[in-house]
């Protein structure tokens, strides 16, 4: 885990390459170990993860979207920023 600018704990989280449900479970394993106001950073390379992930975050009480930005390259590819309830 590192520091962002406000001194918050930010976690990465890589899931490139896997699929739901699996993109969910692995995001909310990693915000179960986390404290709340911290930042979990998921790359994802899934599209229909782009819409499920935040909607089940929301549903359960884990975690609200701060942001989700496009990274350009030759897979789109999205960097899903959740901040921990």
């Known amino acids: ?49 782009i819409e499920n992930v935040p909607d089940s975050c929301k549903r359960q009480d884990l975690a609200e979207v701060v942001e989700i930005k496009e990274i350009e390259g030759n897979k789109k590819t999205w960097l899903l920023i959740l901040r921990k309830i």
């Open 1 to 49: 885990m590192s520091l962002n600018n406000e001194g918050i704990n930010v976690k990465k989280l890589d899931i490139c390459g896997k699929v739901c449900p699996m993109t969910f479970i692995y995001t909310k394993l990693a915000l179960e170990e986390m404290d709340s106001n911290e930042i979990l950073e998921v790359l994802l390379d899934f599209p229909a993860a």
